[in-house]
């Protein structure tokens, strides 16, 4: 008898288990990221920080993280497919400068019209730069919250500088001629070396423009796209931008060539610079928080001793954009909502969850980086807090443009043309120019030369 | 369309209008593969087709509202202001032709059927191990063998520079210096086992007592070849080619090892297509290329039809 | 029989270059052979010093991974079972019946699917995967699978049968089968090598395809090995030489098996080749 009457509660208690998850809501989540793999630290976060802390605050939300370790492309094609037939995450990793795109294409819709007015009552807003902010807005609208920003510099290797006698920890270079002349001595000292890596070709993607084309054109004074909203095609900043490829890669081999075409050329100049071949490498605050920390693949030896960084310099003082000495570009990712999401209410919730200072806290814990937000400290991190302060202020951002992508791939073929030693700085321009109008128009580029 | 082989010295005959299947059972033994194929070939084929003729796109404006932009998408590939540049689509048919030409025809179809005829008089443990090979790198998913293949060409570590070195010959740079070369020999090495088997089946099916014959005779073994083998599985020739023709113009697999570069000089209409489609997202423009493509190998079918007929009828 | 001194030369010539070819095609897989055995195994050749299992057990602590080894077998079995069957019947039904316009059929499907097996196809695919609420299955890379590849399935197998003479169905049909028990009793066994050789060809072709399943999954727990072999990339994003080397080698070998099982049961050719 008093079996049966257990076993009748036992099954009270599992029905009323088994309806609990009936009101229950599932959310999905996904980024590029796999635990161990590309971007740990993403997922690390949200597997172990976020998703337990959320779901623990909303006992009826189940949060699930889709990880995804293959291409970016990939992933962007995915989520649009997605998103043009409602279906795909509630939540996503996004790339700022893909949102013009999406949007225009009707694939992402601001967060007040998805999950309602309350989006605005955030606290949050308050405490992200207005900097971060337009990383995740397009026409004055949000779309998504950005996550963090970063900054792009020359990295050294300070032991190598001295060895070519040059004081490595003032070393700050006012011009690209000051960079040249210390691959040289370097070059001078090691013949088989390739002092710098500025990023260029195809390859690489968007980290060739990025890294390579945006930090030499900004120092020109000049942008991709003028004031306008029209596309540069033909300048004398391209000119001397293209001409600074060709004396590194092509007439004094400056920089590994070689690296610039093969397919896996990012990671030979991550190898290069490990290895001591590098010592002057242009790359974001990402080298130094992914590539370089110690148990990974690029690891530099005795990192805290000879590693340093240096700001890129215009080509002369004052060159630079805005009439700067000094120039950086920043990018930026953060979370999206899916604008078809079936629960946009728990959605939101999660996404602002994921943006209050305990969760970026427990992030800054796993991987220290620049945060959008201003509350937040970077622990422990001499680097970072010091390029952050130093960088911000000098930064600029890709133009908000659904071409840009396309635009920005052009501009990879015209560098690879130029370090490959196929065309010469002017003919690479020219076809620049041709492919350029062929993608938006004439009337949408201006020629400056 | 068929040549018969000659399977007996007596006439075999053929009962004209005489069917093993009425049109009712036929139609029944159709549907299931009908269906799949309506669904998943068909319809997307004419969508392409259909999407050929718009500008649309999957981001921005055009991914909502897509126009019907004519032959513009068409027009835009044959520009004859770029044509030929790398990058370009001239540039990538041009190239992939080459690379159909010399991987498919001389590469696969010529290596396969000396494979074929060299491991019907082998010793069998010889024919085992050198078919195993061959059609292992033929079945082994594409990535493995890509990644296989980068680590072989690698210009420091590589095992193809270990083993020049280990003769005394210099290292080479080949994914480099020589991309087109590395991708034929490449694609040529994927596909051989194919055209293999299917020779190889062919020349067995070959009555012995036409080769005992010959041997009786003391033809040689390539006059056995041209004389006998060859002339007997021509209709098989044919299918190989059209086969391996249109795989070889697909094939997606070179861009494992090269990306489609350095700048351009591997891009394949296949990855053309794909960089447009995918990076670009411009799907009208890239089912403008598929359907070049297909229009291409149809032209190539025909041609290795019209052959195939021309000499059978000699 | 007696062999002439020059035939005999000429034998062991055809046997030296038979085997130098074969030598060459093993060469760039040479590599595989030891870099998961290699705790620190690099781009380079090397015998592993000493032999480890150690890459095979980090792999197989990922259980994504190996989830994803079963959701392969999954996907392709189900490929094959489903392209087998339909090719089968359809390529029967073409070579033996005298419905119009058989003759150019197998021709024109295989031109189309030419056409859907480029980029652009996707989205027309995922739209009726997504239509018919399929999108992160298995069945839905299963019929899509099918469908594209049944084109040449179809052709293949097509011939095969053609090349089949029509008197060993006439005589179980004069005997009283009727055309359905004639294909089931008489053809079906005859057809039997060719159908392994669409299965084998199938299986191959669904095991290491990456777009499709790609495009129409979602969840970590249906994704084939060929999208779960990138959780075997670094944080920078590129290969961890000996993990991604011991999956590589747990990844061949059911393709090796199942051609080396093929092989050995059923003899692995193209009966009497397919023509044109």
């Not at chain 1, 004396?247 to 290895?275: C, H, K, M, P, W």
């Not at chain 2, 005829?117 to 085992?128: D, S």
């Not at chain 2, 040529?188 to 299917?198: D, E, I, V």
């Amino acid at each position: 008898m008093s079996n049966r009457l257990r076993s009748l509660a036992l099954s009270l208690i599992g029905a009323t288990a088994f309806v609990g998850p009936a009101f229950a809501v599932d959310l999905d989540i996904t980024c590029r990221c796999v635990i161990g793999g590309v971007n740990s630290g993403t997922a690390e976060w949200i597997e172990n920080s976020v998703i337990p802390a959320f779901e623990a605050a909303n006992p009826d939300i189940n949060v699930n993280l889709n990880q995804f370790g293959g291409e970016d492309a990939q992933l962007t094609q995915q989520l649009a497919l997605d998103f043009s037939t409602g279906a795909g995450p509630d939540v996503t990793a996004f790339d700022g400068f893909l949102i013009p795109s999406f949007v225009e294409g009707g694939l992402l819709k601001p967060l007040d019209e998805v999950a309602g007015a309350e989006v605005n009552d955030w606290s949050g807003w308050a405490a992200l730069s207005d900097g971060s902010k337009a990383l995740m807005q397009y026409q004055d609208k949000y779309y998504g919250i950005p996550l963090g920003t970063d900054v792009r510099m020359i990295h050294t290797r300070k032991d190598i500088l001295a060895e070519a006698g040059i004081d490595a920890d003032t070393w700050q270079p006012t011009s690209w001629e000051e960079i040249l002349d210390a691959a040289r001595a370097i070059k001078k000292i090691k013949p088989d070396s390739f002092p710098i890596q500025l990023n260029a070709g195809v390859a690489m993607g968007e980290a060739t423009t990025m890294q390579g084309y945006w930090l030499a054109l900004l120092g020109t004074g000049e942008t991709v796209m003028d004031e306008n909203g029209k596309y540069i095609v033909s300048s004398q900043g391209i000119l001397d931008t293209l001409n600074l490829y060709k004396t590194i890669y092509v007439d004094e081999q400056l920089g590994d060539q070689r690296a610039q075409l093969l397919a896996d050329g990012r990671n030979r100049s991550f190898a290069n610079f490990r290895d001591g071949v590098t010592a002057l490498l242009f790359e974001g605050d990402y080298f130094y928080r992914s590539v370089t920390p110690e148990g990974s693949e690029f690891a530099v030896a005795n990192r805290d001793e000879v590693m340093g960084w240096a700001k890129v310099p215009a080509k002369e003082p004052g060159a630079g954009i805005r009439g700067q000495d000094f120039v950086t570009i920043s990018g930026g990712t953060g979370f999206v909502l899916n604008p078809a999401t079936d629960a946009p209410k728990e959605a939101w919730a999660l996404l602002s969850f994921m943006n209050e200072p305990e969760m970026q806290n427990a992030f800054q814990a796993i991987q220290p980086r620049i945060t959008a937000r201003t509350d937040i400290e970077i622990p422990n991190s001499p680097f970072l807090t010091e390029t952050s302060q130093t960088l911000l202020p000098l930064t600029t951002a890709r133009p908000n443009d659904e071409n840009y992508n396309v635009v920005s791939a052009e501009i990879q073929r015209m560098t690879e043309a130029v370090v490959s030693g196929e065309l010469s700085p002017e003919e690479a321009m020219a076809q620049y120019k041709a492919s350029v109008i062929g993608i938006v128009g004439e009337e949408n580029t201006v020629s400056l030369l | 369309m068929t040549t018969e082989p000659i399977i007996e010295t007596k006439p075999k005959r053929r009962v004209k209008n005489f069917a093993l299947l009425s049109n009712r059972a036929g139609a029944m033994f159709l549907t299931p593969a009908g269906l799949l194929v309506s669904v998943f070939v068909i319809v997307p084929f004419f969508w392409v087709i259909f999407v050929s003729f718009t500008n649309r796109t999957l981001l921005g404006s055009t991914a909502l509202n897509p126009e019907f932009v004519g032959l513009a998408n068409y027009f835009a590939l044959f520009d004859g202001s770029n044509f030929f540049q790398r990058g370009q689509f001239g540039f990538s048919l041009i190239l992939t032709t080459q690379f159909v030409l010399a991987s498919a025809l001389l590469g696969q179809a010529l290596l396969g059927l000396l494979l074929a005829w060299l491991i019907q008089t082998v010793p069998p443990a010889v024919k085992r191990l050198t078919e195993t090979f061959v059609i292992a790198a033929w079945i082994l998913p594409e990535v493995v063998i890509g990644f296989a293949w980068f680590a072989f060409l690698d210009r420091d570590q590589g095992t193809l520079n270990a083993l020049l070195g280990t003769v005394g010959l210099p290292p080479g740079d080949f994914l480099l210096q020589q991309p087109f070369w590395v991708i034929v020999v490449f694609n040529t090495w994927r596909g051989a086992a194919f055209s293999m088997m299917l020779f190889s089946s062919a020349f067995s099916s070959i009555p012995p007592s036409y080769f005992q014959a010959a041997d009786v005779a003391g033809a040689s073994s390539w006059q056995k070849f041209k004389d006998i083998g060859l002339p007997l599985i021509r209709g098989h020739i044919v299918t190989d080619l059209i086969l391996i023709t249109m795989w070889t113009f697909n094939t997606f697999t070179p861009f494992l090892l090269t990306n489609g570069g350095p700048s351009y000089r591997t891009e394949l209409v296949s990855i053309y297509n794909y960089r447009v489609a995918f990076n670009d997202f411009q799907f009208g423009k890239g089912a403008a290329v598929g359907v070049i493509m297909m229009l291409i190998n149809l032209a190539f079918a025909l041609i290795y039809l019209s052959i195939g007929r021309k000499k059978k009828v000699r | 029989m007696k062999l002439t001194l020059p035939a005999f030369i000429g034998r062991i010539a055809f046997s030296a270059l038979a085997a130098l070819i074969g030598a060459a095609f093993a060469l760039p897989l040479l590599w595989f052979l030891f870099a998961p055995f290699n705790a620190r195994a690099e781009l380079g050749l090397a015998i592993p010093d000493p032999w480890t299992l150690s890459n095979f057990v980090t792999v197989f602590g990922n259980s994504f991974a190996v989830q994803a080894l079963w959701n392969s077998l999954i996907q392709s079995v189900g490929g094959v079972i489903l392209v087998g069957a339909a090719a089968t019947l359809a390529a029967y039904a073409l070579s033996r019946s005298s419905l119009p316009g058989k003759g150019a059929v197998t021709y024109i499907l295989l031109l189309f699917s030419s056409v859907v097996s480029g980029s652009a196809a996707m989205v027309p695919i995922f739209l009726i995967v997504s239509a018919a609420g399929l999108i992160d299955t298995h069945l839905a890379v299963i019929l899509t699978f099918a469908g594209g590849l049944l084109p040449t399935a179809m052709f293949i197998l097509r011939d095969f049968i053609d090349s089949i003479p029509k008197s060993y169905e006439e005589s179980a049909m004069v005997a009283g089968a009727s055309p359905v028990q004639a294909f089931f009793d008489v053809a079906l066994p005859v057809i039997r090598p060719g159908i392994v050789v669409v299965v084998v060809w199938g299986f191959v072709n669904i095991w290491g395809s990456f777009l499709i399943p790609f495009i129409l999954l979602r969840s970590d727990d249906q994704m084939p090995a060929s999208v779960a072999i990138y959780s075997f990339y670094s944080e920078a994003g590129t290969p961890i030489v000996t993990l991604l080397a011991a999956y590589s080698l747990i990844y061949s070998l059911p393709v090796i098996a199942l051609y080396l099982f093929v092989s050995w049961k059923f003899g692995f050719r193209f009966f009497g080749g397919i023509k044109a």
